[in-house]
């Protein structure tokens, strides 16, 4: 187990490097970010010579991409061109309330889509059953934005219980997260998870359900619980694992509409803010940090591949 893990952090590092490669290559075929910064090609080439002296700018691209590379591995992504702020310290103001989203989500998410989808397998053609598959097809058709939309009528416009925005209430004390702040944008991003999961949740526990085995602990009287939750749902695991290893790098990115709908004051709406400046800085950073996510979230799924099924053999 431990030599397969190492062997795919020294995967995951080069794959890393590659994707180092193509993020600073397409930053620099968008577009010269002197003349961006300046206010475009009228700026006479005086200032624009000193701008791209000061910053960094004037050397070959290929020196620019080792200069850039060296300081990543510091920690250091550099300034923003709007701002000045150093990129390392916004990322780190904006990545706790983007964690909190993304988590409480997550965990929402898999309650429902586990809960939604076992019950769902077990009474297979009942009424409950559609509804369930109903709603997860809503869940999983319906766009986010839209949801969002909807939710915000519904309960700032017409009932006016939850802000429609932020994170905490203007000059309130504290610097956290207030839960009726949380709740529309959870809601929204659990929603669409948990109505992609349902499905496959459902479908591995009747693959399951359907095994001569099950049958026969049934017949052996072993309680239906225990049937279930102990034996069927832990033998399904392994497909459920895998969807729920997909869903991490698509909710990093679903958090950043979500963000900038809510005024969510995380990395989704200082992404969007940095692509309509062409802040490159920025958006280089997130593009890294976003790969080390999937990345991270790959090693993580077959890392519980073990856990979850012991004949699992790592070579």
């Avoid at 998870?193 to 479908?203: F, H, Q, T, V």
């Avoid at 049958?215 to 052996?220: C, F, S």
Wanted: proline share 4%; charged share 15%; hydrophobic share 50%.
């Amino acid at each position: 187990m431990a030599r397969y893990i190492v062997k795919r952090l020294l995967i995951a590092l080069v794959v890393l490097f590659g994707i180092t490669i193509i993020d600073f290559a397409i930053m620099t075929m968008a577009g010269n970010p002197i003349q961006i910064i300046s206010g475009g090609p009228k700026v006479q080439k005086e200032v624009l010579a000193q701008k791209a002296q000061n910053l960094g700018l004037n050397a070959p691209v290929s020196v620019q991409y080792v200069r850039w590379l060296f300081q990543v591995f510091k920690g250091d992504f550099g300034y923003s061109y709007k701002t000045y702020e150093p990129v390392s310290s916004m990322i780190r103001t904006h990545i706790g309330p983007t964690l909190i989203l993304m988590g409480s989500a997550l965990l929402l998410s898999l309650v429902l889509a586990v809960a939604g989808g076992v019950f769902s397998a077990v009474h297979q053609h009942s009424r409950r059953d559609y509804a369930i598959v109903t709603a997860a097809f809503l869940g999983q058709s319906v766009p986010q934005f839209f949801m969002a939309m909807v939710l915000i009528y519904i309960f700032t416009v017409r009932l006016g219980v939850l802000p429609s925005g932020g994170m905490r209430q203007l000059g309130s004390a504290g610097s956290g997260v207030q839960i009726r702040y949380l709740i529309m944008p959870v809601l929204v991003l659990a929603f669409g998870m948990a109505g992609r999961n349902i499905r496959y949740i459902r479908s591995a526990m009747l693959e399951i359900l359907n095994k001569d085995y099950l049958r026969t602990e049934q017949a052996k009287g072993i309680g239906r619980f225990t049937v279930i939750y102990k034996h069927a749902l832990r033998n399904a695991l392994i497909p459920i694992i895998t969807v729920i290893g997909m869903e991490i790098p698509g909710l990093f990115g679903g958090s950043i509409v979500i963000e900038q709908v809510f005024s969510w004051p995380g990395l989704g709406l200082m992404t969007m803010n940095a692509i309509l400046q062409r802040d490159y800085p920025v958006i280089m950073a997130v593009c890294l940090l976003s790969a080390v996510v999937v990345l991270l979230g790959n090693l993580l799924t077959d890392i519980l591949y073990a856990f979850a099924d012991p004949s699992v053999r790592y070579e």
